[in-house]
């Protein structure tokens, strides 16, 4: 089994930045791609970033150019970089993580085994 806890999310006005992590425990050696998912009152749940095989990165393109997505193998963990923050990346932010998801499926959150309980982040003036 694997587990899942992210932190760093908040209060922050538009413009600035933020950074989540993703502390992952468990059977980890097991994991071979993490990704970031986004979810709104209402709204489906939404890709926003992953690391493939290979920490190769992948962004939703809607935040392609103000977050970097990246990983910490010692630690096993996941990091968001989110800059340039907009009202619009309000949301709770999700963990997640799969053994042997393949590339065609990357954006996809039924894809995923492992999911963590999310955090909170809210852009406003």
């Known amino acids: 089994q694997v587990q899942l806890v992210e932190s760093g999310g908040g209060l922050v006005q538009p413009g600035g930045s933020l950074r989540l992590s993703c502390a992952a425990s468990?059977?980890?050696?097991?994991?071979?791609?993490m990704a970031w998912f986004r979810q709104s009152p209402g709204k489906e749940r939404q890709f926003v970033s992953a690391?493939?095989?290979?920490?190769?990165?992948y962004y939703a393109d809607s935040v392609k150019g103000r977050f970097t997505i990246s990983r910490d193998g010692a630690k096993n963990t996941l990091y968001l970089q989110m800059n340039s923050l907009k009202p619009e990346d309000t949301a709770v932010y999700y963990c997640?993580?799969?053994?042997?998801?393949?590339?065609?499926?990357?954006?996809?959150?039924?894809?995923?085994?492992?999911w963590g309980q999310g955090t909170q982040v809210t852009v406003s003036s």
């Open positions: 690391l493939f095989r290979a920490n190769r990165p």
């Open positions: 997640a993580a799969d053994r042997n998801l393949i590339l065609s499926s990357l954006s996809n959150s039924n894809a995923y085994d492992y």
């Open positions: 468990g059977s980890t050696s097991s994991i071979s791609v």
